[in-house]
């Protein structure tokens, strides 16, 4: 490259730089508090003016969340039901989009406008009769149950999504395959599965996040405390007449780390030049 | 793209196994023995449940083999929306303990039992437990629960802010009220600071004026809310807020300065609070010193409002007997001083003295709850609480008078009761 | 003819990937066998869903039609559509409904400009792109209760952060604002808690889209001479169109159903100011025990945004200009 060109691109790096950086800060600032009390001692109100440092830092909140009442195994519940939702959400979901994107067939539109109508729906509304469904079931007081009616709520989002990326792969790559013989079961492990990997990740992380985040739902059909998942756990340390807020964030804290951890991780995904190479225009 | 695949199995297989592991564990110990399900809404880091899940259920799961008492705590905000569903659902547990304010709505809703006809011994333990706090529990000529802890608002003040006040002592009646307020603007600081208009807010002060909400048997607010007396209490606070002697506060937006935090800053006096705000100060504003006294007295007397909680039982429990059991053993002497060390007040008659011990400040709560009336015992409450907080901050903005407003109050909740 | 609908109109978001129809198009076989296949793509996912959101959508409209009793035991009276036309009369429902459309107006165009230009500038070669990625989805995966009791606090008129800045710090304001005391201010704390939160999430669907373009077309324009931002427009954004019409609907869904922000920030208040669609139907669900009226409610949310979002899809449903 040429030397001027390479000083246009540092200044552009250079000025990008700066802007996500501003970007990033005032993103943060919140969570900087958050982190900052969940450090201070007994904090059951919260200061004003907000205090942004802690006159003795500790980390009594950390030990009283995760030690409190079964916390960790709380943690370890919605840990499972994250996992198993995510899992069968993402497979269900990239099915149903296979089946939109790529085929024809009498139904095509009524069946996809339910999903979307079973997007907008409030969910809230939807309690009560899907609590006597649950229980109709027997997915009370259980695991599977909550993965089974959180794949169900997670299916219309994920499967709209992976459809409009699935819409993008060109035909042709589809169109070989099938000159060669290749069933759509084929044709969907072997080539659309790949060629979307930065959809199915997305997909991924917001089915687990959803199901690791979801509390009204779990809060209805989970009465056994054995059984209860993380949001019950941190909402129970606000009280009815004072919260401590130290535990509270040091507890959602804790609960954010295992949602980065899956976000890190599938973040690799997200590197560009592999489809560039396949997808010629 | 076969790792991926292993690593997903081998995720999947741990998952499975762990699932499995947990489910299995569970279904032994429950198998003998009867087991109650008691709901409830202590915070889980606070002294409550720590007492009752220690201290209190094993002394009672010895002294009553056979029996496992398993406690479900529900955050307070939730536990109502929870037990709407759970009724919607026929999913309730045997024993909740449960706002006072709900117990006609779920008694309305025919999942109560009523303990009059249930317990035998009911008169004997109706008659241990002080009149406020049992009134909550009565709907259509039975009583569907009782009382297991109970408070009320008294007249907190912080004494260092009354003295820069330029006051010496607490109001004690309305007059005083009026007077100090001003004494009190004069010198920057408001003398009595409110959070809202709602009935847990307000009815004090229709009370001590000598008003009331309804009439004696609750089915009727016209003539009532919006008579001489009430409209005079109310107004006396109005004149308060107008004259800038109260702060904003009392219209319930949220964002302004909140009462503890006010008065912890000097910039209020006091306010009107349970007993909770004792131990709140003693552990998040150790530098203010509070205290409390009754409510200033008007035409009325010195009339607070009355909360709390009382224990129910479900007509859908398949074990009352054992359920009515543990709820006798919650109300005996032992059980309530037990929870009222951990900041319990508690509803028997006879342990005023021993709660004194434990806490002195319980001695001001323990005269107001003498003559402290509930809230009206209805299904209809939210909605009739609603009103009287809409109408009420009407009132205080200044956009009705406030006769019109309580008129108008009092219409609508004829309309409801 | 064909019996089946030509490509554009399956209402699929963007553009016709292809209009190129197999040459055997007119065999029966072909088709059955096509159409065979795909609904056993559907059918678990599809039966799940139907199950488990499908069947309990009936349900709540049928209980909408009800002046329904919550208690198993004790009979729900049939009103028909009466808890349709006593929303109408509501002055509140229709206070609600501006409130949730303003929301949705203030933060569906935040969140996908700015999450838009934040993919942009992390769609290039950088230092620490992981880790801002993972700073911006930050607020997305923290819990709604959480952050909107973190802002309610941070809202406040005196001593809260963002008072302190505007008045204190900057000067900008004059006066502490009393954000959550009136019904615009507290709209607008809302709001600005909603795109805050929410910008990751856009950041990071257009991230995967805007990395699904494939850099020789952005390369081609790079050799004809143009300069960055009308690459932008002539190459990227074409290009993620669909994913563009995606989130905007997606996000006017989530902006009509915003309610634990609101419910816990202001609860509606002062006196039923910021109320909100759900907000209120909660209240009249969950508080007052009127479930028929909170359904119909929730019903008609449903059918705005069903409308919205069908008018949505084909306004973006043009197709488009590059190959």
């Known amino acids: 490259m040429v030397g001027g060109n390479v000083r246009r691109t540092r200044a552009i790096v250079g000025g990008r730089l700066t802007l996500l950086t501003a970007g990033a800060i005032v993103m943060i600032v919140p969570f900087a508090y958050m982190v900052v009390t969940s450090f201070k001692q007994n904090a059951l109100v919260l200061e004003i003016p907000p205090q942004f440092i802690p006159h003795h830092p500790t980390t009594a909140n950390y030990h009283g969340a995760w030690s409190s009442n079964h916390f960790s195994r709380y943690f370890v519940n919605s840990l499972v039901v994250a996992v198993c939702t995510t899992v069968f959400a993402v497979l269900l979901s990239s099915m149903m989009a296979f089946a939109f994107a790529r085929f024809r067939f009498p139904g095509r539109r009524l069946l996809f406008g339910l999903l979307l109508i079973g997007l907008m729906v409030p969910t809230m509304m939807l309690l009560i009769p899907q609590f006597l469904l649950a229980r109709q079931l027997g997915a009370l007081d259980s695991l599977w149950g909550l993965v089974f009616f959180y794949t169900a709520m997670n299916l219309a989002l994920n499967t709209f999504l992976l459809r409009s990326f699935f819409q993008d792969i060109p035909r042709e790559l589809e169109e070989a395959m099938v000159v060669d013989g290749a069933g759509p079961w084929t044709r969907y492990r072997r080539l659309i599965l790949p060629l979307s990997r930065p959809a199915l990740a997305t997909v991924g992380i917001f089915s687990f996040l959803a199901s690791w985040d979801e509390y009204v739902w779990a809060l209805t059909v989970i009465n056994d405390p054995n059984r209860r998942t993380l949001p019950i756990a941190i909402t129970l340390f606000q009280g009815q007449h004072s919260t401590s807020w130290g535990l509270v964030f040091a507890a959602s804290l804790i609960a954010i780390v295992p949602v980065i951890a899956i976000f890190v991780a599938f973040q690799r995904q997200f590197v560009s030049g592999i489809t560039s190479g396949a997808l010629k225009a | 793209m076969r790792r991926n695949r292993m690593l997903v199995l081998l ?407 | 003819m064909t019996v089946s609908s030509s490509p554009s109109s ?154 302190w800045v505007l008045h204190d710090a900057t000067h900008v304001s004059n006066h502490n604002i009393d954000w959550l005391g009136q019904r615009w201010t507290a709209m607008a704390a809302i709001a600005i808690l909603g795109i805050w939160k929410g910008i990751g999430w856009s950041m990071i669907i257009f991230l995967a889209a805007l990395q699904g373009v494939p850099r020789e077309l952005k390369e081609a324009a790079a050799v004809d001479g143009a300069n960055a931002w009308r690459r932008f427009r002539a190459v990227s954004l074409p290009a993620i169109r669909p994913v563009v019409a995606f989130v905007t609907v997606m996000l006017v869904i989530g902006g009509f159903n915003v309610f634990i922000s609101v419910f816990l920030m202001t609860n509606g208040g002062p006196l039923d100011e910021t109320q909100v669609l759900l907000t209120y139907m909660y209240r009249q669900a969950f508080s007052f025990l009127d479930f028929g009226y909170g359904s119909a409610l929730s019903f008609t949310l449903t059918v705005i945004v069903f409308v919205l979002s069908v008018t949505q899809l084909r306004l973006f449903r043009r197709p488009s200009e590059a190959s």
């Open chain 2, 11 to 417: 995720v999947l297989g741990v998952v499975v196994a762990v699932s499995a592991a947990t489910a299995g564990a569970r279904v032994t110990d429950a198998k003998k023995k009867t087991t109650i399900t008691f709901w409830n809404a202590y915070s889980s880091d606070g002294p409550e449940v720590k007492r009752l899940e220690k201290v209190i259920i094993p002394q009672y799961e010895k002294t009553h083999p056979g029996v496992i008492v398993k406690d479900v705590a529900i955050p307070y905000d939730d536990l109502h929306q929870k037990l709407v569903t759970a009724v919607a659902g026929g999913q309730l547990p045997d024993l909740v303990r449960s706002d006072i304010i709900w117990v006609p709505e779920l008694a309305n809703l025919g999942v109560l039992e009523p303990l009059d006809k249930a317990m035998p011994d009911f008169k004997k333990l109706k008659s241990t437990v002080y009149p406020g706090p049992l009134a909550t529990n009565y709907w259509k000529g039975h009583y569907y629960g009782l009382p297991l802890d109970t408070n009320t608002r008294t007249f907190n003040y912080s004494p260092a802010a009354l003295r820069a006040a330029g006051l010496s002592r607490p109001p004690k009646t309305f007059a005083q009220l009026k007077s100090y307020a001003a004494t009190a603007k004069a010198k920057g600081l408001y003398l009595y600071a409110e959070s809202g208009t709602s009935g847990w807010n307000l009815l004090p002060w229709i009370w001590s004026a000598g008003g009331s909400l309804t009439n004696r048997s609750y089915t009727k607010a016209s003539g009532y809310l919006n008579s001489r007396k009430s409209v005079a209490g109310i107004r006396m606070l109005v004149d308060l807020y107008k004259a800038g002697e109260m702060p904003n506060i009392v219209l319930g937006g949220n964002g302004g300065l909140g009462t503890y935090d006010g008065i912890s800053q000097g910039k209020y006096v006091a306010t009107l609070d349970g007993p909770w705000m004792f131990a709140i100060f003693a552990a998040a504003f150790k530098n203010t010193k509070i205290a409390g006294t009754t409510i200033p007295a008007g035409p009325g007397g010195s009339v607070s409002v009355v909360g709390g909680e009382d224990i129910v039982m479900t007509h859908s429990s398949k074990n009352k007997a054992a359920a009515a059991d543990f709820m006798r053993f919650m109300l005996k002497g032992w059980a309530q001083n037990e929870m009222a060390r951990a900041g319990q007040m508690t509803v028997l008659k006879s342990l005023t003295k021993q709660l004194i011990k434990i806490h002195p400040y319980y001695a001001v709560y323990l005269k107001q709850i003498a003559n402290a009336r509930p809230r009206t015992p209805t299904p209809k409450w939210p909605q009739i609480d609603q009103v009287l907080e809409t109408k009420l901050a009407k009132a205080f903005k200044g956009d009705e008078t406030v006769q019109q407003a309580l008129d108008s109050a009092a219409k609508q909740i004829d309309g409801l009761l």
């Open chain 3, 10 to 163: 399956t209402g699929s978001i963007g553009r016709s990937a292809s209009a190129r129809r197999p040459i055997s198009r007119t065999l029966s076989p072909r088709r059955r066998k096509e159409a065979l296949a795909a609904y056993l793509f559907l059918a678990p996912g599809f039966l799940l869903f139907a199950l488990v959101i499908l069947y309990p959508i009936g349900r709540a409209f049928q209980i909408s039609l009800y002046h329904w009793s919550i208690a198993p035991g004790l009979p729900s009276q049939y009103i028909g559509l009466t808890n349709y036309s006593h929303e109408l009369h509501d002055p509140i429902f229709w206070r609600s409904l501006v409130n949730t459309g303003f929301y949705m107006g203030v933060t569906v165009p935040a969140q996908i400009v700015i999450g838009l230009m934040i993919a942009v500038l992390l769609d290039a070669r950088m230092p620490a792109r992981a880790a801002f990625r993972t700073l911006f989805y930050l607020p997305v995966v923290t819990s709604w209760v959480v952050v909107s009791l973190l802002f309610r606090y941070l809202f406040i008129t005196d001593g809260g952060l963002i008072n």
